[in-house]
């Protein structure tokens, strides 16, 4: 009776753990004998640590002990000039002596607050009084932090001529709160080690000072090898300035102790796993055999099983020996149905059977394109199905060609949505191409159009894609400066983003565009730049003839305006002209009767001068008011716009009893506006207002021009009268053509004033007046727009 699974996967573990025994014991054994040396290598090497620290320690106390002792030196010295107590001799000889014996200390200097010396030991180069000879960044630095602190400062360290790297030690001297200047003594590096580290220290270690970017200053030798592991590191202190000191033991040769019993245990250990090897080497060989085929066929299963690709394979002549699980499911057969079947296959479609043998020729001769061949197969059901076929030559153990192997791949629903994206493409196609506005596409590196509609190829030619954009668009297009800069910085999730929208001429067609400029993210990712060129020249034509009869209606309702004060103006005309015919008059009769003085006669005709003067401006400012001219913006002051409006107005105010009152700031900038469509908008308010005011009483007929600043870009003007005020739904049809409030009103006059501000893109409003009435408001903007 054969073994059952289950008692062949028990014995084959029992002797699996028979085998591992032995390897775990020489295992165990191994590691216990490696953790023992390294136990006690560890010990050691922390009892060196501990000497290296308890040393270090001492150095660093002793070197506390020094620098305390060099400030406590210098304040002593400082606190006797404050008060004035030493000389220059006194300070030789005190500093000469304490440099004698310590000879760490290259030099000591008096500072005065000018960093001039005043003197020093050994005396630095120059005169006394003349400017410290290190002016290098660090002692300026340190100068400059002792004279705003009361303690000791320590400077960084920095290269010195004649001692190498140095730093100072500067103490302040202050005399209440004056600052005196400072006591500077100068460390150089190697002397630190050189004087102050004992000699036993510095003979059994290795000593170097780094500064804060850890550059060598000092070392006490480097011809001994150190030992990498036992380091230490300090900073120097109170210097605080990134010095560091950094210890390392002298190297011992103690690798043959070290090392002697792990060669030792490890060539024991191999002695024994070699003779275990030996004795499980065919075993294990044949075992991973087994296992290795085993594990190839389950891989080649697995993978069977889990590809999509239909796999079938035929031999030299056209008989199939293999087809996997997926070709199976595709075409609906079993694999008994299909193994060992010749031409026709049962897959084949029944009216394309010329074309399946043709294929299958081609297949067995080796002539299949690369590229595969597109076919239709038929399921088990009837259904046809788009399939795309990619044949391999099939090679045996023994390296002959025993078939053909294809990989045969469902593309039916590759090919729908193919089809749909064709179609879906040649619709929006059609929507670009039915559009009037002309589109371009192009990228941002090499300005080349990648797509552009049929509107742009009737306007620029149909050869524009792939050229330059600005070569092909040069009759019509921006300035490239004002947005390329920008468009080329922008990524991918910065888009969609407007670049620009402008309104240009079109120098070959003479049409006008509107140019709108756009970054938009591409099919491929890239930022590309989308360009719309609208024609507005209709549109243009439009505005063009609506603004001649603007300028038509302005110069109608100016001829109106004068008409209506045509009274007013004859009644204060004939004032100025009766007296200069009677200053005339008088004259002539005094000349004929030959009675008169010459000085008489001057004295009249400058009297009839200046009447004829006044007459003359009456006439000039209606002959400049109602006159034909173009619109010509420009800088326009409110308070002479306002003057001549009420040089017209003064008249019907005087007639109708009302005061005006005027408030025009002297510093109000000036407005950027046509003057004569101004004065005919505030003259128009003017005169309304006054007219409101018909049927209000006497003494509260008052009429206020104001004009202020509405942030920096406009002016505002207010026009507020003290009549009977408007409703609310007069106010919402009071700018509509043909609205009036007035019996023998048109209706026209605040619709022509509205259009007058909206053309200097200004805006014209109304609102109640606090004390009874309505206040008229506009804007015009400062500068051009």
């Given at each position: 009776?054969?073994?059952?699974?289950?008692?062949?996967?028990?014995?084959?573990?029992?002797?699996?753990?028979?085998?591992?025994?032995?390897?775990?014991?020489?295992?165990?054994?191994?590691?216990?004998?490696?953790?023992?040396?390294w136990?006690?290598?560890?010990?050691?090497?922390?009892?060196?640590?501990?000497?290296?620290?308890?040393?270090?320690?001492?150095?660093?106390?002793?070197?506390?002990?020094?620098?305390?002792?060099?400030?406590?030196?210098?304040?002593?010295?400082?606190?006797?000039?404050a008060?004035?107590?030493?000389?220059?001799a006194?300070?030789?000889a005190?500093?000469?002596?304490?440099?004698?014996?310590?000879?760490?200390?290259?030099?000591?200097?008096?500072?005065?607050?000018?960093?001039?010396?005043?003197?020093?030991?050994?005396?630095a180069?120059?005169?006394a009084?003349?400017?410290?000879?290190?002016?290098?960044?660090?002692?300026?630095?340190?100068?400059?932090?002792?004279?705003?602190?009361?303690?000791?400062?320590?400077?960084?360290?920095?290269?010195?001529?004649?001692?190498?790297?140095?730093?100072?030690?500067?103490?302040?001297?202050?005399?209440?709160?004056?600052?005196?200047?400072?006591?500077?003594?100068?460390?150089?590096?190697p002397?630190?080690?050189?004087?102050?580290?004992?000699a036993?220290?510095?003979?059994?270690?290795?000593?170097?000072?780094?500064?804060?970017?850890?550059?060598?200053?000092?070392?006490?030798?480097?011809a001994?090898?150190?030992?990498?592991?036992?380091?230490?590191?300090?900073?120097?202190?109170?210097?605080?300035?990134?010095?560091?000191?950094?210890?390392?033991?002298?190297?011992?040769?103690?690798?043959?102790?070290?090392?002697?019993?792990?060669f030792?245990?490890?060539?024991?250990?191999?002695?024994?796993?070699?003779?275990?090897?030996s004795l499980?080497?065919?075993?294990?060989?044949?075992?991973?055999?087994?296992?290795?085929?085993?594990?190839?066929?389950?891989?080649?299963?697995?993978?069977?099983?889990?590809?999509?690709?239909?796999?079938?394979?035929?031999d030299?002549?056209?008989?199939?020996?293999?087809?996997?699980?997926?070709?199976?499911?595709?075409?609906?057969?079993?694999?008994?149905?299909?193994?060992?079947?010749?031409?026709?296959?049962?897959?084949?479609?029944?009216?394309?059977?010329?074309e399946?043998?043709?294929?299958?020729?081609?297949?067995?001769?080796?002539?299949?394109?690369?590229?595969?061949?597109?076919?239709?197969?038929?399921?088990?059901?009837?259904?046809?199905?788009?399939?795309?076929?990619?044949?391999?030559p099939?090679?045996?153990?023994?390296?002959?060609?025993?078939?053909?192997?294809?990989?045969?791949h469902?593309?039916?629903?590759?090919r729908?949505?193919?089809?749909?994206?064709?179609?879906?493409?040649?619709?929006?196609?059609?929507?670009?191409?039915?559009?009037?506005?002309?589109?371009?596409?192009?990228?941002?590196?090499?300005?080349?159009?990648?797509?552009?509609?049929?509107?742009?190829?009737?306007?620029?030619?149909?050869?524009?894609?792939?050229?330059?954009?600005?070569?092909?668009?040069?009759?019509?297009?921006?300035?490239?400066?004002?947005?390329?800069?920008?468009?080329?910085?922008?990524?991918?999730?910065?888009?969609?983003?407007?670049?620009?929208?402008?309104?240009?001429?079109?120098?070959?067609?003479?049409?006008?565009?509107?140019?709108?400029?756009?970054?938009?993210?591409?099919?491929?990712?890239?930022?590309?730049?989308?360009?719309?060129?609208?024609?507005?020249?209709?549109?243009?034509?439009?505005?063009?003839?609506?603004?001649?009869?603007?300028?038509r209606?302005?110069?109608?309702?100016?001829l109106?305006?004068?008409?209506?004060?045509?009274?007013?103006?004859?009644?204060e005309?004939?004032?100025?002209?009766?007296?200069?015919?009677?200053?005339?008059?008088?004259c002539?009769?005094?000349?004929?009767?030959?009675?008169?003085?010459?000085?008489?006669?001057?004295?009249?005709?400058q009297?009839?001068?200046?009447?004829?003067?006044?007459?003359?401006?009456?006439?000039?400012?209606?002959?400049d008011?109602?006159?034909?001219s173009e619109?010509?913006?420009?800088?326009?002051?409110?308070?002479?716009?306002?003057?001549?409006?009420?040089?017209?107005a003064?008249?019907?105010?005087?007639?109708?009893?009302?005061?005006?009152?005027?408030?025009?700031?002297?510093e109000?900038?000036?407005?950027?506006?046509?003057?004569?469509?101004?004065?005919q908008?505030?003259?128009?308010l003017?005169?309304?207002?006054?007219?409101?005011?018909?049927?209000?009483?006497?003494?509260?007929?008052?009429?206020?021009?104001?004009?202020?600043?509405?942030?920096k870009?406009?002016?505002?003007?207010?026009?507020?009268?003290?009549?009977p005020?408007?409703?609310?739904?007069?106010?919402?049809?009071?700018?509509?053509?043909?609205?009036?409030t007035?019996?023998?009103?048109?209706?026209?006059?605040?619709?022509?004033?509205?259009?007058?501000?909206?053309?200097?893109?200004?805006?014209?409003?109304?609102?109640?007046?606090?004390?009874?009435?309505?206040?008229?408001?506009?804007?015009?903007?400062?500068?051009?727009r």
């Amino acid at each position: 009776m054969p073994p059952s699974s289950a008692d062949s996967t028990a014995t084959q573990s029992s002797q699996r753990w028979q085998w591992m025994m032995p390897n775990f014991a020489v295992g165990l054994f191994i590691v216990a004998m490696i953790a023992l040396v390294w136990l006690l290598q560890k010990r050691d090497f922390d009892q060196q640590m501990a000497a290296l620290a308890h040393d270090v320690q001492w150095v660093e106390q002793t070197l506390k002990v020094h620098f305390q002792g060099d400030e406590d030196f210098l304040q002593g010295l400082a606190r006797e000039v404050a008060d004035g107590q030493i000389d220059r001799a006194r300070f030789q000889a005190r500093s000469a002596h304490y440099l004698a014996t310590n000879p760490h200390l290259s030099e000591i200097a008096w500072l005065d607050a000018g960093r001039a010396i005043h003197d020093a030991v050994p005396r630095a180069s120059g005169d006394a009084g003349a400017e410290w000879s290190l002016t290098g960044q660090a002692q300026a630095l340190g100068f400059n932090s002792v004279r705003n602190s009361d303690r000791p400062t320590y400077s960084n360290v920095y290269k010195n001529e004649r001692d190498g790297p140095s730093f100072e030690l500067l103490v302040p001297i202050r005399r209440g709160s004056d600052f005196l200047g400072a006591m500077v003594a100068i460390y150089p590096v190697p002397d630190i080690l050189r004087y102050l580290v004992p000699a036993s220290f510095s003979e059994k270690y290795h000593l170097s000072l780094t500064d804060a970017g850890d550059q060598l200053l000092a070392e006490n030798s480097a011809a001994h090898p150190r030992d990498g592991d036992l380091t230490y590191s300090l900073n120097v202190v109170p210097p605080g300035n990134g010095l560091q000191m950094r210890v390392a033991a002298y190297r011992v040769d103690t690798s043959l102790a070290k090392t002697l019993p792990i060669f030792l245990i490890a060539g024991l250990s191999l002695l024994v796993v070699w003779s275990l090897w030996s004795l499980r080497n065919n075993l294990a060989r044949r075992i991973r055999a087994e296992d290795a085929l085993r594990a190839e066929s389950n891989f080649r299963k697995a993978m069977e099983e889990s590809m999509p690709t239909g796999m079938r394979a035929i031999d030299m002549h056209g008989r199939i020996t293999y087809v996997n699980a997926a070709f199976c499911k595709m075409v609906a057969y079993a694999p008994q149905e299909l193994i060992g079947a010749v031409a026709p296959f049962p897959y084949w479609n029944p009216e394309a059977l010329a074309e399946h043998s043709q294929n299958l020729e081609q297949s067995l001769a080796g002539e299949s394109p690369r590229g595969g061949i597109e076919s239709h197969f038929r399921r088990k059901n009837g259904e046809l199905f788009d399939v795309r076929i990619h044949e391999a030559p099939l090679v045996d153990a023994s390296g002959r060609q025993a078939g053909w192997m294809a990989s045969i791949h469902d593309i039916t629903e590759q090919r729908r949505a193919r089809a749909e994206l064709e179609a879906s493409h040649r619709r929006f196609m059609t929507v670009l191409d039915g559009l009037d506005a002309a589109i371009y596409v192009a990228n941002l590196e090499a300005d080349e159009i990648l797509f552009a509609n049929r509107a742009f190829k009737n306007i620029y030619g149909y050869d524009a894609v792939g050229r330059n954009c600005w070569q092909v668009t040069s009759a019509c297009h921006p300035d490239p400066e004002r947005f390329m800069a920008a468009a080329r910085e922008l990524v991918p999730h910065q888009t969609p983003q407007e670049l620009h929208d402008t309104e240009l001429q079109n120098s070959l067609n003479g049409h006008w565009y509107q140019l709108r400029e756009r970054a938009i993210q591409w099919v491929d990712g890239r930022v590309v730049r989308m360009e719309i060129a609208t024609d507005i020249t209709d549109r243009m034509k439009m505005e063009e003839l609506n603004s001649q009869q603007l300028e038509r209606l302005q110069q109608t309702s100016r001829l109106i305006t004068m008409g209506e004060m045509a009274s007013s103006l004859a009644h204060e005309l004939n004032q100025p002209l009766s007296a200069i015919a009677n200053y005339n008059m008088g004259c002539v009769n005094r000349l004929q009767s030959n009675d008169y003085r010459p000085e008489e006669l001057l004295a009249a005709m400058q009297k009839a001068s200046v009447q004829a003067e006044r007459a003359g401006k009456i006439i000039r400012r209606v002959r400049d008011f109602v006159k034909k001219s173009e619109p010509n913006r420009g800088e326009v002051q409110i308070a002479e716009v306002v003057e001549e409006v009420i040089g017209f107005a003064e008249i019907e105010a005087r007639k109708a009893g009302v005061r005006i009152s005027v408030s025009v700031p002297p510093e109000l900038p000036a407005a950027y506006a046509d003057k004569i469509m101004i004065e005919q908008v505030v003259l128009n308010l003017v005169k309304n207002g006054i007219e409101a005011m018909y049927d209000t009483p006497r003494r509260e007929r008052e009429l206020s021009i104001r004009a202020r600043a509405n942030g920096k870009d406009f002016i505002e003007v207010n026009v507020a009268d003290r009549g009977p005020g408007l409703s609310a739904e007069q106010r919402e049809r009071l700018f509509a053509p043909f609205y009036t409030t007035k019996p023998e009103g048109m209706g026209m006059g605040l619709n022509i004033c509205r259009s007058i501000i909206e053309f200097h893109h200004g805006r014209l409003w109304t609102a109640g007046n606090a004390g009874g009435g309505s206040v008229f408001s506009f804007t015009l903007p400062v500068n051009p727009r």
